[in-house]
T-cell receptor, first 112, second 111 residues
């Protein structure tokens, strides 16, 4: 009963490093999304995808890349980490774009 | 004005009390509305969708007021386990898959 799985759960990076946050879902959901959550700001949409091969930008896409080669996976890449990207990152999926989203348990990322 | 606004609280209520939260949204074209709960440092979990005619799930009732552009959540007979942050979520408009989250309303139910 995995649902949405995010790895790693915690990560510390140095400024300028790159890394990929992994997200996988086993519910055959078409819609997947990435959010970041910062204190006092709520969750903000970074990128989303409505199916394999289709991605689009959210509110705060700068500094992040995504791709969707399969229905199951939606990795988020930080190209050159900056301290402003220190946050908690959540991946979510849903059957369709207007269905409720199911969230992974998050990746806590610190950039030094 | 923020696209989605919530009173941050905290709302401190005794066990058994009834408490209500509102969430206002600015885009009149929004069509999808949800309430989530989030426990400290955990992922958001769906509490309920909000339908035009209003809907109820046990002790929880959600309402949508399109004319005044707000949604509400009513919790009856509050339990200690209801202590959490409640997030409202609104889509950005017709045909869009972009969702805007409110910053949340914190509820503390006191013994």
């Amino acid at each position: 009963n995995a649902g949405v799985t995010q790895t790693p759960k915690f990560q510390v990076l140095k400024t300028g490093q790159s890394m990929t946050l992994q997200c996988a879902q086993d519910m055959n959901h078409e819609y997947m999304s990435w959010y970041r959550q910062d204190p006092g700001m709520g969750l903000r949409l970074i990128h989303y995808s409505v199916g394999a091969g289709i991605t689009d930008q959210g509110e705060v896409p700068n500094g992040y890349n995504v791709s969707r080669s399969t229905t199951e996976d939606f990795p988020l890449r930080l190209l050159s980490a900056a301290p402003s990207q220190t946050s908690v990152y959540f991946c979510a999926s849903s059957e369709m774009g207007r269905s409720p989203q199911h969230f992974g348990d998050g990746t806590r990322l610190s950039i030094l | 004005r923020k696209e989605v606004e919530q009173d941050p609280g905290p709302f401190n209520v005794p066990e058994g009390a009834t408490v209500a939260f509102n969430c206002t949204y600015s885009n009149s074209a929004s069509q999808s509305f949800f309430w989530y709960r989030q426990d400290c440092r955990k992922e958001p979990k769906l509490l309920m969708s909000v339908y035009s005619s209003g809907n109820e799930d046990g002790r929880f009732t959600a309402q949508l007021n399109r004319a005044s552009q707000y949604i509400s959540l009513l919790i009856r007979d509050s339990k200690l386990s209801d202590s959490a942050t409640y997030l409202c979520v609104v889509n950005r408009g017709s045909g869009t898959y972009k969702y805007i989250f409110g910053t949340g309303t914190r509820l503390k139910v006191l013994a």
